[in-house]
């Protein structure tokens, strides 16, 4: 992710012009590369959809450069415990990014930097920041789409990656780092036949709860909706 200042607001206005989220400077997901069923722990990379799987965390800009990622964790391992581990994480609590924001889904913690979904909202305003924050974040399937489309030996219906998890983790890392080549250097993508069906994650999932909801986090969410929502704040929504 962009850490000069220059750089950061070009992110921003990057972002900006899809739906009018402020401050973006990322948005993250996570998707399931299948493996074969390893030698040592196999539960742990046992996933919700009862395959074994490396679970990718991914961080794109808004034309699907990826910026951060992190491919080396089993299957199993909820998003808000392998957010709270990433090196990610700690980086935009020290700030290197500036006042960037990331967004995510309701399977993350809302915190001053990760913008989340209300899950219920009740004002008009936060309606507007919910379906401002969607379209936003849409960008992200859109990436793991075409990653998966161009190197489809990450596609489940391809069949499962049949190496131990690290060496399944560096394969990742290798299509990682020539999508962003391809990104880069506007390499034509020709593959019309992307695989929004491989997204099995909790890119796709709808959350009926928040995984955690912090007073700072709650106060910085509902700042940004005044500041840039504030057009529908106070209005309820009719049901």
């Not at 919700?48 to 490396?54: N, R, V």
């Not at 399977?107 to 969607?134: I, K, R």
């Not at 709860?209 to 209005?235: C, I, K, M, P, W």
Request: glycine share 6%; proline share 5%; with cysteine.
């Amino acid at each position: 992710m962009p850490t000069s200042e220059t750089d950061i607001i070009s992110k921003w206005e990057e972002f900006g012009k899809i739906a009018g989220f402020p401050r973006v400077g990322g948005v993250i997901a996570t998707t399931h590369v299948a493996i074969k069923l390893p030698h040592k722990n196999p539960l742990v990379y046992l996933n919700d959809y009862e395959f074994h799987s490396l679970k990718i965390q991914i961080i794109c800009d808004a034309d699907g450069l990826i910026l951060n990622y992190s491919a080396d964790n089993p299957g199993s391992f909820p998003n808000d415990k392998i957010w709270t581990h990433s090196i990610i994480r700690q980086r935009m609590e020290d700030k290197e990014f500036g006042e960037s924001l990331l967004l995510g889904d309701c399977s993350y913690p809302q915190e001053t930097y990760l913008m989340t979904p209300f899950v219920h909202p009740v004002t008009a305003g936060q309606l507007a920041y919910n379906t401002s924050l969607t379209k936003t974040r849409a960008v992200v399937r859109q990436c793991v789409d075409t990653l998966k489309a161009r190197f489809q030996c990450l596609r489940k219906s391809s069949g499962a990656l049949r190496y131990s998890p690290d060496r399944c983790a560096r394969i990742v890392e290798a299509c990682i780092y020539l999508h962003n080549f391809c990104i880069q250097r506007n390499v034509p993508f020709y593959n019309n036949e992307l695989c929004s069906e491989e997204v099995v994650d909790d890119v796709s999932t709808t959350h009926v709860y928040q995984v955690a909801l912090t007073e700072n986090g709650r106060r910085a969410r509902d700042e940004v909706v005044r500041l840039n929502f504030s057009g529908a704040l106070g209005q309820s929504i009719v049901i």
